[in-house]
């Protein structure tokens, strides 16, 4: 990956500069995240961006260079790669917005300005175009032609939720120590557990869920 350039990340409002090799370290961890998370992830539009802009580069590289050079077979098969990548991160986020449209609009509204973005731009619009048209479709379709009581709907109540208590492999980056993997119940009692570096564990999602935003640790 010598054809990435440096990118500017900014975290806790300091710009950190990543090296290439982290560039795309980064967007194949948010892909696997976003891939076995239950529900919708913080939006890497950022991340996205420059990923496309570096492999326009790289792209331009390639029609410099001198034909037959061995060089540029390899690069075409790392530019299919990243574009695999890039592609099946943002399908499988489309995935979650269609199937949770009602829940991701409620959590991003829900959202503090502190907060990173839950969706990009375009991924907002496209949620609340869809929401909008599904709930028309519905109601033309189904809601007409039933008695005038049971015609309101509450589309928060009746809408799919992720299954949060669904059960993930991860990998720990941060030592986290008095994880609550389980509650209290008249059966049992809690379960804390403190996560190692480098340790590979399969445990519901919910737990940490928190971790898995933070980088704390990550799903695979």
């Known amino acids: ?42 939006s890497k539009t950022e991340l996205v961006e ?4 570096q492999l326009k580069e790289m792209e331009e590289n390639i029609k410099r260079a001198k034909k037959g ?20 991160y943002l399908r499988r986020r489309l995935e979650k917005i269609e199937k949770f449209t009602v829940h991701t609009l409620e959590a991003e509204k829900d959202r503090s300005s502190d907060d990173n973005a839950l969706m990009s731009p ?10 909008q048209n599904m709930e028309s479709h519905f109601k033309k379709i189904v809601l007409r032609h039933l008695p005038d009581n049971l015609q309101a709907m509450d589309p928060t109540e009746t809408a799919p939720r992720p299954n949060l208590d669904s059960y993930v492999f991860l990998r720990v ?12 119940t008249l059966e ?22 928190s971790l898995v935003t933070s980088g704390a ?3 695979i």
């Open 1 to 42: 990956m010598a054809d990435l350039d440096s990118f500017q990340d900014e975290s806790d409002e300091e710009m950190e500069a990543m090296t290439p090799a982290e560039v795309l370290e980064k967007m194949e961890e948010a892909w696997l995240n976003e891939k076995f998370a239950p529900e919708l992830l913080d």
């Open 50 to 53: 420059c990923m496309l802009e």
């Open 69 to 88: 050079d061995f060089k540029v077979s390899i690069h075409r098969l790392e530019i299919d790669r990243i574009r695999y990548i890039l592609s099946s």
């Open 122 to 131: 375009a991924e907002f619009k496209f949620a609340s175009e869809y929401a």
């Open 173 to 184: 980056n941060e030592k986290t120590d008095g994880v609550l993997v389980e509650e209290e």
């Open 188 to 209: 049992a009692g809690e379960e804390i557990i403190d996560l190692e570096v480098a340790d590979q564990h399969l445990m519901r999602y919910k737990p940490v869920a």
């Open 217 to 219: 640790v990550s799903l």
